[in-house]
């Protein structure tokens, strides 16, 4: 039976079910446009309902960060998952249990653990999808296509026997950075240009590539021709968050989460009110830089409604208060009295989604049904 | 069977168990010398097991911050809890389940709080524990002492037929952000005096105050004659972290919790390696201000022992991502090697715990036990 969200318990994650079914058939009808394959990235959802949604979409597979992530969405029936970390040397175990029961895809980017996952995986009579993981320009991890290594290293991963070598893989970060559309364009650019440049170096060094794999929420947003790669690998892009509408990437009615919070305090006086969302329930995530901060978080301006409001936001954390403050006096009068309800738009959907059990999932303002957050570690 | 730290899985939150039973010895003996009875606060742990060890050392109930935490140790088998955080109007159908079965206390700050509990409760049949909660100078929630309403509303309390009233109760949180130690007194006195002046001030206009409650790890660690306060509810100290120890409110080998990580990528040249440590298991705290910060928290010279390594640090995170920088340029050769492993000191360990799912318990260095983390929302 619908639920009212001023019937729900406070804190709640609350997920518009039109706004998601909107962003995954957007960005599958963008994939699809480019001619890439999408391999949803579901670190940002942690949830198997969404991810069925993306898979019946025309998804291809999934992306995961953890181990935890891959076991939980493989027990619920998602057989092709790529692990996009660097190869963790002492959970190969692992690995080999889960490469035994469905196609699971590992990054390695390192001669250490290349040498580490064949030796594992020949003993153990595998073969493992392994991508070799590529740095293109956003200088967190992944080999330089530069380097005459990375060339050796993609010849042992495509000719080790414990090996089964997927091709090049790529995470453009830096598109998260950057200034505005044009630079997001330029970082897309590079992201693409990079990987299908050192795809030629390898094919025309006699390496086959079998794939070449990209992706990031922002970068996907600015791409407008593919051409030579094969899949794209986004996961914010099924919530968006505050994050991604300050810095154009969505709309700020695309963003699907929000927190439904309790006003607790309002004391006479005091430059802010109490909510019942703390660190434990937005993350302590600070959100964009500059004059487009807001805190952890703006506020909406109503329970229901894609509106954020123009001036109250979540200004601070403990671990389970909320500090909330306006600019508008008024709102610091009736709308925040105390047993009030406040809707926040997290600074970054992904960690807000992983502080909680579960979504109520909403439909027309109403909670229509609860899906599990596989938060597990 | 004991357990080498090589062996374990990472990420992996660690506890060591002989730095955790002597901050909790140290903790009662303080305020045991203080007259006052203890009552920590769980929040910090979320673990039945720390909880048993605090009260077998002489803890008189707890203090937890939610109403889950609350109902999960009622489940384990604690019966006088307090839910330090202003009373949530509508959960006040769960406050009475809880009242049903256990002594369970909350706290009120407002007249709409204090109308909507005493109603509920008589209408249930039951006088429910109260605390009037005191602003002593943070300024975050509670009532104002100065103010004339404050009183009114303490002497609602004490005769509402559906309250049974504990007196007053506050927390010094702003002793968290004092300059040094003499401030952290100067704090801890306004605490206690704001406190003791207050509950006389009540009771000579004939309003019985049973107990004053007041309490944080770094005002516990300042006080120096608590008369006139009944009991105390610090939280962190069963582990500190680097931000106690920054600010000398304990010393870094009495740091209780650290995360244990894996380097997974040590590319050529990068100014960081990479850690399978990120915003999801250390969270995003950023720690002391100004030259005593250290990114999301310093590393450990070595796998086992309390001396922090004096320049490598976990310098920032993407959400599974930890990058792992060091000013000694030979730390990123050999000692950083992908396949290597580090620990992490956590700058507030209070939410590095509630990332974590359970903790392996570590004694002389080795894992002995593992204690779940009852991190449900």
Same mark, same amino acid.
């Given at each position: 039976?619908?639920? /009212?969200?001023? $019937? %729900?318990?406070?804190?709640?994650?609350?997920? $518009?079910?039109?706004? %998601?079914?909107?962003?995954?058939?957007? +960005?599958?009808? /963008?994939?699809? @446009?480019? #001619?890439?394959?999408?391999?949803?990235?579901? /670190?940002?959802? /942690? &949830?198997?309902?969404?991810?069925?949604?993306?898979?019946?979409?025309?998804?291809?597979?999934?992306?995961?960060?953890?181990?935890?992530?891959?076991?939980? *969405?493989?027990?619920?029936?998602? $057989?092709?998952?790529?692990? =996009? *970390?660097?190869?963790?040397?002492?959970?190969?175990?692992?690995?080999? @249990?889960?490469?035994?029961?469905?196609?699971?895809?590992?990054?390695?980017?390192?001669?250490?653990?290349?040498?580490?996952?064949?030796?594992?995986?020949?003993?153990?009579?595998?073969?493992?999808?392994?991508?070799?993981?590529?740095? &293109?320009?956003?200088?967190?991890?992944?080999?330089?296509?530069?380097?005459?290594?990375?060339?050796?290293? =993609?010849?042992?991963?495509?000719?080790? $026997? #414990?090996?089964?070598?997927?091709?090049?893989?790529?995470?453009?970060?830096?598109?998260?950075? !950057?200034?505005?559309?044009?630079?997001?364009?330029?970082?897309?650019?590079?992201?693409?240009?990079?990987?299908?440049? *050192?795809?030629?170096?390898?094919?025309?060094?006699?390496?086959?590539?079998?794939?070449?794999?990209?992706?990031?929420?922002?970068?996907?947003?600015?791409?407008?021709?593919?051409?030579?790669?094969?899949?794209?690998?986004?996961?914010?892009?099924?919530?968006?968050?505050?994050?991604?509408?300050?810095?154009?990437?969505?709309?700020?009615?695309?963003?699907?989460?929000?927190?439904?919070?309790?006003?607790?305090?309002?004391?006479?006086?005091?430059?802010?009110?109490?909510?019942?969302? @703390?660190?434990?329930? +937005?993350?302590?995530?600070?959100?964009?830089?500059?004059?487009?901060?807001?805190?952890? @978080?703006?506020?909406?301006?109503?329970?229901? #409604?894609?509106?954020?409001?123009?001036?109250?936001?979540?200004?601070?954390?403990?671990?389970?208060?909320?500090?909330?403050?306006?600019?508008?006096?008024?709102?610091?009068?009736?709308? *925040?009295?105390?047993?009030?309800?406040?809707?926040? +738009?997290?600074?970054?959907? &992904?960690?807000?989604? !992983?502080?909680?059990?579960?979504?109520?999932?909403?439909?027309?303002?109403?909670?229509?049904?609860?899906?599990?957050?596989?938060?597990?570690?």
């Amino acid at each position: 039976m619908p639920t /009212k969200l001023t $019937d %729900l318990p406070t804190p709640a994650l609350l997920l $518009d079910l039109a706004i %998601l079914e909107h962003n995954i058939t957007t +960005m599958q009808s /963008k994939a699809d @446009g480019l #001619g890439v394959a999408l391999r949803p990235h579901v /670190k940002t959802h /942690k &949830c198997l309902e969404v991810g069925k949604k993306q898979r019946d979409a025309g998804a291809k597979g999934i992306t995961v960060a953890t181990l935890v992530e891959a076991r939980d *969405f493989a027990a619920g029936g998602f $057989d092709d998952i790529t692990w =996009a *970390f660097p190869l963790v040397i002492g959970r190969i175990g692992e690995v080999l @249990g889960l490469a035994r029961r469905i196609t699971f895809r590992v990054l390695v980017e390192s001669a250490a653990a290349a040498a580490a996952l064949d030796q594992a995986a020949r003993a153990a009579g595998l073969k493992v999808h392994t991508w070799l993981e590529v740095d &293109c320009g956003y200088g967190r991890s992944g080999v330089d296509p530069q380097r005459e290594e990375s060339m050796a290293l =993609a010849r042992r991963l495509a000719t080790a $026997d #414990g090996i089964c070598f997927d091709g090049i893989l790529t995470h453009a970060g830096h598109s998260y950075h !950057a200034r505005d559309a044009a630079d997001r364009l330029r970082i897309a650019h590079q992201e693409r240009d990079v990987m299908v440049g *050192f795809a030629r170096k390898l094919r025309e060094a006699g390496i086959a590539v079998p794939q070449v794999s990209v992706g990031s929420t922002p970068s996907m947003a600015a791409h407008d021709d593919l051409t030579g790669v094969d899949e794209a690998r986004p996961g914010n892009y099924a919530f968006y968050d505050y994050m991604q509408a300050a810095v154009g990437v969505c709309r700020p009615e695309d963003v699907a989460v929000s927190v439904l919070a309790s006003v607790v305090s309002h004391q006479p006086g005091a430059p802010h009110v109490i909510v019942d969302a @703390g660190a434990l329930a +937005m993350s302590k995530d600070q959100g964009p830089d500059g004059e487009r901060r807001r805190g952890l @978080g703006p506020l909406y301006a109503g329970l229901t #409604g894609s509106e954020p409001d123009p001036s109250a936001y979540l200004a601070s954390v403990s671990q389970e208060h909320g500090f909330v403050k306006s600019a508008r006096a008024a709102d610091l009068g009736g709308r *925040f009295a105390v047993g009030e309800r406040v809707r926040i +738009m997290p600074n970054h959907s &992904c960690l807000t989604a !992983a502080m909680f059990d579960e979504y109520h999932v909403v439909r027309d303002g109403v909670v229509v049904d609860r899906w599990k957050v596989l938060r597990g570690r």
